[in-house]
């Protein structure tokens, strides 16, 4: 079920310029809303002889006041290529609300490589037991 109109914090940024890169927009749109978001993903586009994919990016506000401010100040924003073409971007509610998580479930394994001593194993020889391992040389 989708959150009502105001509670949307989630918009998408479209038809931006395939040659646009993310630290160019995220600098343009720091301009704009500097610290009202708390996510964002940018996607570049594709030039293409049979055909163009424009940039597109997502941004998710803090409150939804902040969401009105941002599309009243940089929906039909202009950007011009350096070919001279313009691009007007639209700003519209992103159709999934839903952000990714950032924290990852940290794995039971990470970081033990250095624990333990080092053995020296042959799982395909069943027959041979697991020996720690002894420096071969010693440096004066």
């Known amino acids: 079920m989708s959150k009502p109109a105001t509670e949307r914090t989630k918009v998408v ?3 931006l310029p ?3 890169t993310a630290d160019a927009f995220t600098a343009t749109i ?3 809303v500097q610290g009202t978001y708390d996510w ?3 996607y570049p586009g594709k030039v293409s002889l049979k055909r163009t994919a424009f940039s597109r990016a997502f941004i998710n506000f803090s409150t939804a006041e902040a969401v009105f401010a941002f599309k009243g100040k940089f929906d039909g924003h202009v950007f011009v290529s350096t070919r001279g073409t ?3 971007c639209s700003v519209e509610y992103a159709p999934f609300q839903k952000v990714p998580a950032t924290n990852q479930k940290r794995l039971a394994m990470e970081g033990t490589i250095d624990k333990g001593t080092p053995t020296l194993c042959c ?3 069943p027959h ?6 002894e420096p071969c040389c010693t440096s004066p």
């Open 18 to 20: 395939p040659t646009l």
């Open 128 to 133: 041979m037991v697991c020996q720690p391992v």
């Open 40 to 42: 964002m993903a940018y």
């Open 86 to 88: 313009q691009y007007r």
């Open 30 to 32: 720091n301009k704009h």
């Open 123 to 125: 799982n395909s020889r």
């Open 13 to 15: 940024i479209r038809n």
